[in-house]
Every structure is written in structure tokens, then in C-alpha cells.
């Protein structure tokens, strides 16, 4: 009976390890994509405005889709722009501390951000403007 109580502690032991590895794993198998950007003025993003100021883009978790960006305010309190993106590569001359680039602007109007490259990737997300 000892034994059998021996075996079942250990079983219980090795589970316990085995569940708490592949959580690690799990949570070490998606990489957040999360920057912290400050825009001296007014910049646009497809249907949204942002005015000066310092705001949290970030990739959507696995289970929403790794085509859609969310941007909020610096503290999260509030979504400014969560819509599809597409892929881009990073273009060859762009700094790796560069992390967005602008399209054309009308007279008057903010410039809008036409991709966003998360530090230290070789791709970016390129917004969809219709």
C-alpha cells in the first residue's frame, strides 16, 4: 500500500512538471510584438486620427489573427485603430530604429502611417487604406 501511494505521488509530480513545461512552452511560443512609438504631431492611420503623442502598437494574440493591429494610447485605456494589416518587408534602407514610414499627405491633412516594423524584424505591417 506504501508503494502504491510512492508511485501515485511521483505520477502526480511528473504531471504536475509536464503541464507546467508546456504552458512555458506555449507562452514562449508566441512572441508579442509591442512598441511604444511618440509622434511630435498628427498622424493618421485608416479611419483614425492620432494627435501628438505617445501610443502602444501591437499585433493582435495568435487566437485573433496575425493580420490585425491594434493601436491604443500609451496606458491602454483607449483603442485609436484595430483593422487588417499586410505583410511588408522592410525596406533595404530603413534604419532598424526606424519602426514606421509615412505615405503622401494632402495639403493640410496628417500624414498618414503607411507601415508599421516592430523592432527588430524583418517584416512590418502595412495598414490598408480603402
Same mark, same amino acid.
Given at each position: *500500500?506504501?508503494?502504491?501511494?510512492?508511485?501515485? $505521488?511521483? $505520477? *502526480?509530480?511528473?504531471?504536475?512538471?509536464?503541464?507546467?513545461?508546456?504552458?512555458?512552452?506555449?507562452?514562449?511560443? +508566441?512572441? %508579442?510584438?509591442?512598441?511604444? &512609438?511618440?509622434?511630435?504631431? @498628427?498622424?493618421?492611420?485608416? !479611419? $483614425?486620427?492620432? /494627435? #501628438?503623442?505617445?501610443?502602444? +502598437?501591437? &499585433? $493582435? =494574440? =495568435? %487566437?485573433?489573427? &496575425?493580420?490585425?493591429?491594434?493601436?491604443? @494610447?500609451?496606458? !491602454? #485605456?483607449?483603442? *485609436?485603430? #484595430?483593422? +487588417? @494589416?499586410?505583410?511588408?518587408?522592410? /525596406?533595404? !534602407?530603413?534604419?532598424?530604429?526606424? &519602426?514606421?514610414? +509615412? !505615405?503622401?499627405?494632402?495639403?493640410? #491633412?496628417?500624414? /498618414?502611417?503607411?507601415?508599421?516594423? =516592430?523592432?527588430?524584424?524583418? @517584416?512590418?505591417?502595412?495598414?490598408?487604406?480603402?
Amino acid at each position: *500500500m506504501k508503494s502504491r501511494k510512492r508511485v501515485v $505521488a511521483v $505520477a *502526480m509530480a511528473v504531471a504536475a512538471v509536464v503541464c507546467v513545461a508546456a504552458g512555458a512552452a506555449s507562452a514562449a511560443g +508566441f512572441v %508579442s510584438r509591442l512598441n511604444h &512609438l511618440t509622434f511630435s504631431g @498628427t498622424v493618421s492611420l485608416p !479611419g $483614425a486620427i492620432l /494627435p #501628438q503623442g505617445t501610443y502602444t +502598437f501591437e &499585433l $493582435a =494574440p =495568435p %487566437s485573433g489573427g &496575425l493580420d490585425v493591429v491594434r493601436v491604443t @494610447t500609451r496606458d !491602454g #485605456q483607449r483603442v *485609436m485603430f #484595430q483593422g +487588417f @494589416t499586410s505583410v511588408v518587408a522592410r /525596406p533595404a !534602407g530603413l534604419g532598424q530604429h526606424e &519602426l514606421v514610414t +509615412f !505615405g503622401e499627405r494632402a495639403a493640410g #491633412q496628417p500624414a /498618414p502611417i503607411e507601415a508599421w516594423y =516592430p523592432v527588430g524584424s524583418s @517584416t512590418g505591417r502595412r495598414f490598408i487604406y480603402r
